[in-house]
């Protein structure tokens, strides 16, 4: 029987049960788990060994390396440059295009080249509301009081307005600017401008004796007048032609729409001509003192997307309040006689005036608006002023009030 046994088992040992082999082999039975002992050891991963495991690992750790050189070098390692180029130049965007550009409103370029002691005080507080509420770029300059450039300072002013991030809305007390004529792209102008007589008696005063927010600050604006010259009465200034009183220094206005070329300064038709022709071809608005919100409601319809809700800030009870404070104070009234030679010094002013008024009158019949003012009466051979009748807000860029204002705003 023993003989058979081996005969039919052959050279191939007989299989034995798994207890028995367990027993032979000292190992755990497959209550103890000796059943996983033959299970690879990543039961997660079974199509990967333990090579392909640690070749994965060792990817990853370089991606994580590059991504650090990245960081820490301000652009990608060259083995990744290298990597790229290996793989293929193709990028997100070949497969998908450029990302969608920024929609621009239009005019995303808007210039407001204020002229002196004509609301642009009121305007640019609302302007540094508004650009905070609706996310336009306010760009205003430090300069105040030079309005002539040379053509390099020309150039140069216009390289930076243009680069400016857009929509914009550049402001300074500068006269007007031709960015064609150096290659620019012209932007859209919006000016303000008063009663030629009225603009002059405010700034005469304002200048000695300052405004209601406190009478030292016209010390800190002409710290060097002579206390004879800061009390020198008006009617003497006028009918002594005394400089200040007198040409060139009235003609103020026309320079700012005629431009930058020198004849500009001269008062005569040719800078008046040429002023009526910017404003018909380059300036969107160029609005009226005297009628002050109906300018603004006219440019929250053209510009709704920096001025909107502008009307709304202006009639707010806490701008009233800092508008009374910037009201010149000892401003007096001359006598007909100095009105008269004024009037006569400034008849280009007053060319100018009437025809912007005209065209801003037509304007707002076109858009349905109806004047709160007077019937305007004909004009007279000599223009007495009423100096109170407007508010006198403040040219310069300063202050403390200011941030008041716009704290209020931001509640």
Sequence with gaps: MKKKQQHGGGDCPAPRPPEAAAAAGGGPGPGQGGGWKRRRPLS????????????????????????????????????LLDLRHYLGNSTYLDDHGPPPQKVLPFPSQVVYNRVGK???????????????????NLVTSDIHNKTRLTKNEQMELIKNISTAEQPYLFTRHV???????????QPVYINIIRDPVN??????????????????????????????????DINVCILENYPECSNPRLFYIIPYFCGQHPRCREPGEWALERAKLNVNENFLLVGILEELEDVLLLLERFLPHYFKDVLSIYKNPEHRKLGNLTVTVKKTVPSPEAIQILYQRMRYEYEFYYYVKEQ????????????????????????????????????????DDEKWLEDIYKR
């Design 44 to 79: 997660l991963l079974p199509f990967l060994s333990l090579r392909d495991y640690g070749f994965c690992m060792a990817a990853l750790l370089l991606f994580c390396l590059g991504s650090l050189f990245y960081q820490l070098n301000g652009g990608p390692p060259h083995f």
């Design 360 to 399: 801003f009158h037509l304007l707002k019949r076109k858009f349905g608006l109806k004047s709160h003012i007077r019937k305007p009466r004909p004009r007279p051979e000599f223009f007495i002023p009423s100096p109170l009748e407007t508010e006198e807000p403040i040219d310069d860029e300063e202050e």
């Design 118 to 136: 004509c609301g642009s005080r009121t305007v640019v507080l609302l302007l540094r509301i508004l650009s905070e509420k609706h996310g336009f």
């Design 175 to 185: 006269h007007f600017l031709n960015f064609s004529r150096f290659g620019g792209d």
């Design 199 to 232: 603009r002059f008696l405010s700034n005469y005063f304002f200048r000695r004796f300052g405004d209601w927010r406190g009478e030292q600050n016209h010390m800190i604006r002409t710290p060097s007048m002579r206390q004879e010259e800061r009390y020198l």
